[in-house]
């Protein structure tokens, strides 16, 4: 954890405690982040570390604090009694005065600067579509809010931009629950609902049995991209990924590459599984087995790029001679001197301004071709025509079918 709590005071005269995390920047727009019914665990802290990485200031409110100060529950069985029972007598109308305090906190708050959000889980969610409804936040995501379909008919009619994302599988909000919002809430462009087939409550928290890393990765993606819309704070992320590979290709500098990635990235070359995970062990990969056996004379022809909120897509022509052992590419085979062009396809992703994985692929079928490794004849693989007609769309499709003539006239 790298925030630390606070104490806020309410317009009633009392005080609470809540979690403040800072971005690395020193300053960035708000984010308040409201509790699952297990109190600011370490799992919601997380979240708020998470967010603060990102560019945000994030304060995390103890709103069980008229009831259990700073209460943390586990999942068993005995805990989520407790949090049911702490969430049914939670008073909602101090809850939403506990927000608007801690609302008016951060905007006392110098790291803070711009607009202010709210983001929530469960019983969080509920809350941070209330805080819209209210006007008292700039926009708001909900993750699997419970009786959000009780509080929407209030919402206002000056546009709060709303997210809102739901478990297919969620036996806290079924699908018909979810059809019914959807239902009250059409023609609302201003208000995004997104479900995520077979998944359950909890699947967007690490610390939960539910926890899906790849449905939580791309609910992210899409809050990320709700929070920069309204509230930025806005990156040029190709720059960032220009100064990256600058490191790799040009300074051919290990440390200064690392430098350029959040705390613990991760690579993946797909076709040949090189890469790594984790600060040290993707250190080393660069530093003994990407950095010194990239050939000398490698470059990259773009072919396209594609910004998103938070990742890049890039295409590009990768041309080189085969003059050294790649590791990272073609381990094991002894330098050919074969001259190779490959399309290359990289989606790379960032954590605010640090890049945090990597996913690259390429056709490696057509880099053995061309290196003489595999014999093309009878397969359904093409050489360094592949290449060819990612620059030239022209060039004649569908030479590898053998039943096309068959359709001819047809």
Request: aromatic letters at 8%; a negative charge.
């Amino acid at each position: 954890m790298t925030g630390s709590w606070i104490s806020i005071a309410t317009p009633e005269g009392g005080r609470f405690q809540a979690y403040l995390s800072k971005p690395a920047q020193g300053s960035g727009p708000g984010l308040v982040l409201c509790q699952e019914i297990f109190g600011v665990t370490a799992d919601m802290r997380g979240l708020a570390d998470l967010f603060a990485e990102e560019g945000y200031v994030v304060v995390v409110p103890d709103l069980f604090w008229r009831l259990e100060p700073r209460i943390e529950l586990g999942h068993d069985e005995e805990g989520l009694r407790r949090a049911l029972d702490l969430a049914t007598r939670l008073d909602s109308a101090a809850a939403m005065r506990d927000i608007a305090a801690a609302v008016s906190a951060l905007r006392h708050e110098p790291a803070c600067r711009g607009r202010i959000g709210i983001l929530g889980h469960c019983l969080g969610g509920r809350l941070a579509v209330m805080a819209a409804a209210q006007g008292i936040v700039d926009c708001a995501v909900s993750y699997y809010g419970v009786g959000i379909e009780a509080v929407i008919d209030p919402l206002p009619l000056a546009p709060v931009p709303i997210l809102l994302h739901f478990a297919g599988a969620d036996r806290y909000v079924p699908a018909s629950t979810v059809e019914t919002i959807g239902t009250r809430l059409a023609g609302r462009s201003d208000i995004e609902i997104h479900v995520y087939p077979e998944m359950d409550h909890g699947f967007a928290n690490p610390g939960r049995d539910a926890y899906n890393k790849q449905a939580a990765d791309m609910a992210h993606t899409r809050t990320i991209a709700l929070l920069r819309r309204v509230m930025g704070p806005h990156y040029d992320l190709s720059a960032l990924w220009e100064a990256h590979r600058a490191c790799e290709f040009i300074t051919r500098d290990a440390d200064a590459t690392m430098r350029t990635m959040v705390a613990e990235p991760y690579v993946n070359h797909i076709p040949t599984l090189t890469g790594g995970y984790g600060h040290e062990y993707l250190r080393r990969f660069y530093q003994h087995h990407f950095i010194p056996t990239s050939p000398k004379d490698i470059r990259n022809i773009p072919i396209s790029r594609t910004i998103g909120a938070d990742r890049v897509v890039n295409e590009v022509l990768l041309c080189f001679t085969h003059d050294c052992e790649i590791d990272w590419m073609l381990p094991g085979v002894a330098p050919t001197g074969k001259y190779v062009e490959v399309a290359l396809v990289g989606i790379i992703t960032f954590r605010g301004d640090k890049l945090m994985h990597e996913h690259i692929y390429w056709d490696q079928a057509s880099v053995l071709v061309q290196i003489g490794l595999l014999d093309p004849a009878g397969l359904p693989v093409s050489g360094i025509g592949a290449e060819k007609k990612v620059l030239d769309a022209s060039l004649p499709s569908n030479r590898l079918m053998r039943n096309w003539e068959r359709s001819a006239g047809a």
